[in-house]
């Protein structure tokens, strides 16, 4: 298949051809021609103003539910969503049933994903079970393919099973990705604690739960000098740490969900129960830190945090809906709404580009002869994601019927070329 790219703006930072525009022609994915302008009768030619082209994004938090609930998800359904959501990587948390805690585990999703469109990769589970207790096989499900170890959802609580862990990846340089939870304080907290928390009579989780577990986190990174990276990272002075601790040379990294840019404690009035998400979502202060920190460059990655909850879970009262939302669908758009002036390289960075170098992925440059590994996007235009256009078997966001900037035109990888 011959695809033919016109006056697309080169978004990858790797390329000898960095923000240069330029045609590009794809034959059998293989990049074998790039120039300012290409002649070539090919099987299809994409046109379109403000066309930008990185290499494929990566998203470093997803839950696709599988094996064990796939009643939520599947990982055809979920890579269905990330591909349609510009992502041709994806890591998925190890909170499955059974979890992701051994080499057979890691195999299947492995094995599962050489059938997908995209690249599925598992993290593999801290503790055993993900229990919080004993250290899992981490050395071999490295060996197997698992790209990061965590806990996931249920971030590990004691200091020194953590330190262990670090100190264990050290021999083979991975990495640890933590959710900034202290389940010891505010647990039965159903929004963040604060003024509006109050005022809906909604018990709160204070923002001291994360404030404190990331503090301890930069401390037993600082003892070991392994490698970190915190996700979902939600308040203002949590931001500062992170950013003191790179200031300091520690080797850390982060990144944020869309919801925690977008939404505050405040849009929580009318109890939704698709805005309530681990971590919470928390004050306006805190959410327009968030955004600056991405603008200054100290969040390395947006991460969707996908999490499809099925109906049940989430159409119920506040007190027992389960938190999560699902977002590979909306993740550019969402950003690209809110920071506009972001230019297409920097969110090429954001959505993939930086998590790549973060986490030892290939390299597919967009250069001649270079695997074809990228996504097509544009910041200008409209798009609105619908229920009938959502490819989850979940429908719990609270994005549907939101016009938001920018769109995905297509992903490119393994070889096929995926137009939306």
């Known amino acids: 298949m011959k695809l033919l790219i016109k006056k697309a703006l080169i978004a990858d930072r790797n390329s000898t051809l960095f923000e240069q525009t330029k045609d590009i ?20 030619t994409v046109v379109m103003e403000g066309l930008a082209v990185s290499q494929g994004w990566v998203d470093i938090f997803s839950d696709f539910a599988d094996p064990g609930y796939e009643y939520r998800e599947s990982i055809e359904s ?15 948390v190890p909170n499955t049933k059974p979890s992701i805690q051994n080499k057979p585990q890691v195999s299947y999703i492995i094995e599962k994903a050489r059938q997908l469109p995209i690249n599925v990769y598992p993290i593999g589970a801290v503790s055993k079970n993900i229990e919080g207790k004993d250290l899992a096989e981490m050395y071999e499900m490295q060996k197997a393919g698992a790209v990061a170890f965590s806990d996931g959802l249920h971030p590990v609580q004691s200091s020194g099973l953590l330190l262990k862990a670090l100190q264990y990846i050290n021999a083979f340089n991975g ?68 950013a003191a601790a790179k200031a300091e040379g520690l080797p850390v990294s982060c990144s944020i969900t869309p919801y925690h840019l977008f939404y505050c404690d405040e849009d929580m009035v009318n109890y939704d129960t698709n805005l309530k998400v681990t971590p919470p979502l928390r004050n306006r202060s805190d959410m327009m830190a968030l955004r600056k920190a991405v603008e200054d460059g100290v969040v390395d990655c947006i991460t969707s945090h996908h999490l499809p909850q099925n109906w049940d879970n989430k159409t119920c009262e506040f007190e027992y809906a389960a938190n999560g939302m699902i977002g590979l669908q909306t993740s550019f758009n969402v950003v690209n709404h809110l920071l506009n002036n972001l230019s297409p390289s920097k969110l090429a960075d954001l959505m993939g580009n930086n998590a790549r170098k973060l986490f030892n992925l290939s390299n597919y440059s967009i250069e001649i002869n270079g695997i074809a590994d990228f996504t097509l996007f544009t910041k200008a235009g409209t798009a609105t994601f619908t229920k009938e256009i959502n490819k989850s078997k979940s429908a719990n966001s609270a994005f ?21």
């Open 400 to 420: 549907f019927d939101v016009p938001l900037a920018g769109k995905v035109v297509g992903v490119y990888t393994k070889g096929k070329w995926n137009k939306n």
């Open 78 to 92: 979920g890579a269905a969503a990330a591909l349609a959501g510009g992502f041709s990587h994806v890591f998925v």
């Open 25 to 44: 022609l794809v034959i059998d994915g293989i990049i074998t021609e790039i120039a300012d302008e290409i002649v070539e009768n090919a099987d299809e």
């Open 175 to 242: 990495t640890i990705i933590q959710l900034p939870v202290d389940k010891s304080i505010g647990s039965f907290g159903l929004m963040t604690e604060g003024i509006v928390s109050t005022q809906l009579g909604l018990p709160g989780s204070p923002a001291l739960s994360e404030i404190l577990i990331i503090k301890r986190d930069l401390d037993l990174l600082r003892y070991t000098n392994s490698k970190l990276h915190i996700t979902g990272v939600s308040t203002a002075e949590s931001i500062a740490l992170i």
